[in-house]
């Protein structure tokens, strides 16, 4: 693949570096050194690491690829700076009844471009390196530890579903906000039957946890508020 490109010409055609970028997220867990070149060369290119105003922000396509390798390339503080400059094109919008939050992008689409929200999203939630340490450095002990079956989504979500070695942290929140206080069902497995569990909510109280044949039964509110499954 030639990495090089010449921004007089790539510019004039409208192009930029993109032919350099776009591959640089496939690039971070498999060859670093690559994908850094191609980082460097975008955030060169449309000054995000300096102190003057990004540029390309006002392009969709571009604002994606550089929030999205923000979050694996960037510190805190450059990541910040790229979405606070970047955010009067974002076009953020929440749905109060769907429950969903996306960016427009400024499309004027009914429904904005779900694989751009997507790849953005990742960018806000990965931190530098995350990306990369999904693929060298795998969490293997996940598909031992407690795990959370069942859950109604996308009517529900998990905003937390933690397990610390010795205690699961579980945060259920409805799409719907008028539906806070409705009960969701879901299971628990991989944990051992013989012992007792329980659910401590935010207010001290402690229930103890029903049983299935392989599981344990769950019922909580999805009121965004953390509970807490323990041991008896």
């Not at 530098?128 to 069942?150: L, M, Q, V």
Request: with cysteine.
């Amino acid at each position: 693949m030639d990495l090089y490109y010449d921004p007089v010409v790539d510019e004039h055609v409208g192009r930029g570096p993109m032919g350099i970028i776009t591959p640089v997220w496939y690039f971070a867990p498999q060859k670093r050194e690559i994908a850094q070149i191609g980082w460097d060369t975008a955030s060169d290119f449309y000054g995000v690491e300096g102190t003057e105003r990004i540029t390309g922000l006002e392009d969709p396509a571009k604002a994606t690829m550089l929030l999205q390798l923000a979050g694996e390339f960037c510190d805190k503080s450059t990541k910040n700076r790229l979405w606070e400059q970047a955010e009067e094109h974002l076009q953020p919008q929440f749905d109060s009844v769907s429950g969903e939050f996306t960016f427009g992008l400024g499309l004027d689409e009914p429904y904005p471009r779900g694989q751009w929200n997507a790849r953005i999203m990742a960018g806000w939630v990965c931190e530098r390196g995350d990306w990369s340490k999904i693929f060298n450095h795998p969490n293997f002990a996940k598909y031992s530890e407690p795990t959370i079956e069942g859950v109604d989504f996308p009517e529900i979500a998990l905003r937390e579903a933690w397990w610390d070695g010795d205690k699961l942290y579980l945060t259920a929140q409805s799409k719907n906000p008028l539906r806070v206080n409705d009960f969701t069902e879901m299971r628990l497995i991989n944990v051992s039957l013989s012992e007792k569990w329980v659910l401590e909510t935010i207010d001290g109280s402690v229930k103890p946890l029903e049983r299935g044949d392989d599981h344990l039964k769950l019922k909580l509110k999805a009121n965004d508020k953390r509970v807490v499954v323990r041991k008896a």
